[in-house]
Nanobody, 124 residues
Framework: QVQLVESGGGLVQPGGSLRLSCAAS????????MAWFRRAPGKEREFVTI???????DYADSVKGRFTLSRDNARNTVTLQMNSLKPEDTAVYYC??????????????????WGQGTQVDVSS
């Protein structure tokens, strides 16, 4: 059974940083593409970033240059470093996974497995 568990959310002031982690179990992590989505209040779930099983990374334009995604296959974990946070980054952040998912995967339907989400609040 696949399980994805997020951690690291919280409250931060604008301009601050947070680090989110997602730990996966029940999968062969080295063949697993991971992504982060987020849902702001009153909005649809949107793509944030992806790292494929081949270690290729891409970001939504809204976070490029501020967020960095990495993976540790030895620990079955991905880490999202979020810097220069803005109030518009406030959302529930979800970790998602798909076996051998493609770099161009951008919609929730492209991912079979999901975490429960972690809240990120950017506010003064």
């Amino acid at each position: 059974q696949v399980q994805l568990v997020e951690s690291g959310g919280g409250l931060v002031q604008p301009g601050g940083s947070l680090r989110l982690s997602c730990a996966a179990s029940g999968v062969t992590f080295s063949t697993y593409t991971m992504a982060w989505f987020r849902r702001a209040p009153g909005k649809e779930r949107e793509f944030v970033t992806i790292i494929t099983w081949l270690d290729r990374v891409d970001y939504a334009d809204s976070v490029k240059g501020r967020f960095t995604l990495s993976r540790d296959n030895a620990r079955n974990t991905v880490t999202l470093q979020m810097n220069s946070l803005k109030p518009e980054d406030t959302a529930v952040y979800y970790c998602a996974g798909q076996w051998r998912g493609a770099l161009y995967s951008r919609t929730p339907d492209d991912f079979a497995d999901w975490g429960q989400g972690t809240q990120v609040d950017v506010s003064s």
